[in-house]
């Protein structure tokens, strides 16, 4: 997520100030410039530098000469988060090569000036705008859509827009501009029985320059920053609450509103009124908690969405998976990852957490008991153990859309049974149940995965529309020269159906494949995603031929000849059909009623 998310402070001596940041870095040395540009490698103030260099070289000249950092004597203890000369936190990802640093402030001057801007704007500016402006849209027709994308997005949180905020003085918000960049911030109160009115403002703010990208994001962020702010305040309450039962502060203030207005103010001033967020909190390890929090809510949020890119028309796989995922507004498209556990309970480490020691110990459990358990790894491999013959009668059965029933002792055996078999159907025509106690139905699922002891109805069992395959595992694994340990196993297939000898044509091409040993499994990949693409061509030519009017067996023949296909498909290509996505069925049907002759 190419954001900086950062803690905000609202000090009464003064006024603004950052109290704590997180960025990014894509550069394997986050802390280095580069030595060109002198800009830090695929962080946000790169993309900041090259949207804004028609900008004045003696405006950057001027930024850049500035010091980011506020001299000491402009700082109280609240104003501040680290120690001076702490390194800061880091955090590195293996996977993506990407480091996220956590500080004060940011080191770029440009990026310090906009986290600056924001900070300002979120605890001084926008506050009085949120309790006194009225919502006034723009007539452009972007704010328009953006307003509507809002309203859908927050609900009654209120509507934040551009340079816009919702009413109420704690609670999300969003403003911004393109030079200044887009906020998301989110104000609060932590208690503090020193404090003028027994609270202090603090303020969570996310800046980016991708308007779009942190609109979409709004309800993530509303969640998981609502949920760091509930447990700062949780830990301020307690120690609040500890403080004001050894000493009422509200009692001893009423007494010295008896003194002198100097005495008093003098006495305001020489005591301990400005303390950090560690001290009302009683947390020495805050920041390096806030760090982590920060650090997977950047990551977290990068992986909610992705751009993806489409060469050429898309295939009937591919609008499927569009189909089953979940699309913003925007055309941003969800894409389901592995959950991010977020850090309740976070530990000190220099690499990013990805599981939770809970989910660690669950996950553990679970492999030890069946770490033994073989797995098929493809087609070929599948079809090497189960034989050619076997492995015909079962794909026959596949590709017209038989129920195939795999029952077993070993969970991960079955699973792999089922994906390696899946790959011979279209994704439309894959309705999986992994793994189930009892039987279900053939309606919800084609592919079905079961304990050897759970019982299948009568009526299945003499049906010719289901097979079932049992998987028996020896009782002891024997030492032997096979190289495979499936060889040990059982396969005992059970059905009613009498199918032709000859199949689909399909299938012929399909063994082929694999009985070439000169063709590596990436090569039969291929080969298998070209030959489903090409029969669901002619799938979608039969089904405009059969939604076009009623036309008689001899018209359908003589269609099938010109596809090249047998009658022995006919089964197949009428199965393959419920396959088709539902945006090809839409225009299909839409082409079909508007070309048809008037009555």
Not at 442 to 470: R, T
Not at 562 to 585: C, I, P, Y
Request: a negative charge; proline letters at 6%; charged letters at 25%.
């Amino acid at each position: 997520m190419n954001a900086i998310i950062a803690l905000c402070h609202f000090c009464e001596l003064h006024g603004p100030s950052v109290l704590f940041h997180t960025q990014a870095f894509h550069s394997r040395e986050p802390q280095g410039l580069d030595a060109e540009s002198g800009e830090e490698s695929g962080s946000l103030a790169s993309f900041l530098s090259s949207g804004r260099r028609s900008r004045s070289q003696s405006a950057a000249s001027s930024t850049s000469s500035v010091s980011n950092t506020p001299k000491k004597s402009e700082t109280c203890q609240a104003c501040r988060s680290v120690p001076s000369g702490h390194p800061g936190f880091v955090s590195k990802d293996p996977d993506t090569k990407i480091s996220y640093v956590s500080s004060q402030y940011p080191e770029h001057p440009q990026l310090f000036s906009i986290v600056r801007q924001a900070c300002v704007r979120s605890l001084s500016c926008e506050i009085v705008r949120r309790r006194t402006d009225p919502a006034v849209f723009s007539d452009d027709v972007a704010e328009k859509r953006l307003r509507h994308l809002l309203l859908e997005k927050c609900g009654t949180q209120g509507v934040p827009i551009h340079n816009r905020v919702c009413p109420g003085r704690e609670g999300p918000i969003f403003f911004g501009d393109d030079h200044w960049g887009h906020v998301f911030s989110h104000t609060f109160f932590i208690k503090d029985s020193q404090a003028r009115g027994f609270q202090r403002w603090y303020s969570i703010i996310v800046v980016m320059m991708d308007k779009i990208y942190l609109i979409n994001s709004w309800p993530f962020l509303v969640k998981h920053i609502g949920e760091i702010i509930s447990k700062l305040q949780d830990k301020a309450i307690k120690v609040y609450d500890q403080e004001q039962n050894q000493c009422p502060e509200r009692a001893r203030r009423m007494n010295e509103s008896f003194m002198a207005p100097g005495d008093f103010f003098r006495r305001q001033r020489g005591g301990d009124h400005f303390r950090p967020l560690v001290t009302l909190t009683k947390d020495d390890g805050l920041f390096k908690w806030l760090h982590q929090w920060f650090v997977w809510v950047l990551k977290a949020g990068g992986n909610r969405m992705t751009e993806k890119l489409l060469e050429g028309p898309p295939t009937e796989d591919v609008l499927i998976d569009m189909e089953k995922q979940e699309e913003t507004e925007e055309g941003f498209i969800k894409i389901n990852t592995k959950p991010m556990p977020s850090p309740d309970q976070p530990t000190a480490t220099e690499e990013l957490q990805q599981t939770s020691p809970s989910e660690t110990e669950e996950a553990g459990a679970e492999g030890d008991a069946d770490s033994t358990a073989p797995v098929f790894t493809s087609l070929r491999h599948f079809r090497q153990i189960i034989g050619s013959q076997g492995f015909h009668s079962i794909a026959h059965h596949i590709l017209i859309g038989n129920q195939i029933i795999i029952r077993g002792e070993k969970r991960p055996t079955m699973e792999s049974i089922i994906n390696v078999l899946k790959s011979l159907l279209p994704m439309g025509c894959c309705r999986i149940v992994p793994y189930s106690a009892t039987y279900e139905d053939s309606w919800k699922c084609n592919f079905l995965g079961l304990p050897l002891v759970a019982q299948i109805p009568a009526h299945v069992m003499s049906s010719e529309y289901y097979v079932i395959i049992d998987v028996l595992s020896p009782a002891k694994v024997q030492q032997t020269l096979e190289p495979d340990v499936f060889f040990q196993y059982s396969f005992l297939m059970t059905t009613k159906a009498q199918l032709p000898e000859k199949g689909p044509a399909i299938l012929q091409k399909i063994e082929l494949a694999l009985e070439n040993e000169n063709l590596s499994s990436a090569v039969v990949d291929a080969c298998l995603v070209s030959l489903k693409e090409e029969w669901m061509n002619k799938v979608k030519v039969l089904f405009k031929f059969s939604r076009a009017g009623s036309r008689s067996r001899e018209d359908t023949l003589k269609l099938l000849q010109v596809l090249e296909a047998t009658e022995e498909d006919t089964q197949m290509l009428k199965f393959w059909m419920t396959g088709l996505s539902n945006q090809h069925r839409t225009h299909m049907l839409s082409s079909a009623i508007s070309t048809s002759p008037p009555m």
